[in-house]
């Protein structure tokens, strides 16, 4: 497909996007709303150059760019979630929506095995989710892991890759213990964790499930999917913990 018309189409599929947005506010039970890098598309579907978009089982995508999971622990997330956050408050009620945050597979890519093992910034990138969800008026929300790092992932000049892909299992092993750890802290957070699915016996994604060296596939889409349907969605009965 030429790019421009493939651009014209992604840009089209934000109508639909938008209009299912408004659609759920008004809903009792809550649909998913991903936020993050590219991966929160393809953790629902194809990888296209949509950057707001309705996933095949209603889900919605709102991708950020390539924005890292340390950054946003220092800036905070773009703009545009606090507008689109205001719109939803707007037109719909508290509730409305499950926000699930997906980043880090840069991190790990490109930074983290040169940080000696310093995760501290992962404590601070939820608690900027947390905030998020109180400004999305959500009472639960969903903390995705990243894709474990991939042994076939081209090397690219504005992604440098930092470390062989043993040095980015044990960084990636990292992220994702610090993860688990932070997001037991806090009752209205759950945590999606996909790698057992994902990774083969060396902890590297699956080659069967990317098709790029990067993103998962189909197929590796299939098996985050039937972890999203099991996962807990309904909001705490008990109002979440407040860190200290």
């Not at 993103?215 to 099991?230: E, Q, Y």
Request: contains cysteine; glycine residues 8%; hydrophobic residues 45%.
């Amino acid at each position: 497909m030429p790019l421009l018309l493939e651009r014209l189409l992604a840009k089209l599929a934000a109508v639909p996007a938008f209009v299912a947005l408004l659609v759920a506010a008004r809903r009792s039970t809550p649909t998913e709303l991903w936020i993050g890098d590219s991966h929160a598309m393809s953790f629902n579907q194809r990888v296209g150059l949509g950057m707001f978009m309705r996933g095949p089982e209603g889900q919605l995508v709102f991708r950020i760019g390539t924005r890292l999971m340390y950054s946003i622990a220092r800036k905070d997330f773009p703009p545009r979630l606090a507008r689109l956050a205001r719109l939803l408050r707007s037109v719909g009620h508290r509730g409305s929506v499950v926000p699930f945050f997906i980043t880090g597979e840069i991190d790990v890519r490109c930074h983290l095995t040169e940080h000696d093992g310093d995760y501290g910034f992962v404590a601070a990138y939820v608690q900027r989710c947390r905030d998020a969800m109180a400004a999305l008026g959500s009472r639960r929300g969903v903390i995705v892991v990243p894709p474990p790092p991939s042994a076939t992932c081209p090397d690219i000049e504005q992604f440098p890759i930092k470390g062989d892909i043993g040095e980015r299992i044990a960084a990636f092993e990292g992220l994702r213990s610090a993860l688990q750890s932070v997001v037991a802290q806090h009752d209205e957070l759950v945590l999606l964790d996909a790698t057992p699915d994902l990774a083969d016996p060396t902890g590297a994604l699956r080659p069967e499930l990317t098709d790029d060296g990067c993103h998962t596939n189909l197929a590796g889409v299939a098996l985050v999917r039937r972890r999203v349907h099991g996962l807990p969605l309904q909001p705490p009965r008990s109002p979440g913990r407040v860190s200290a």
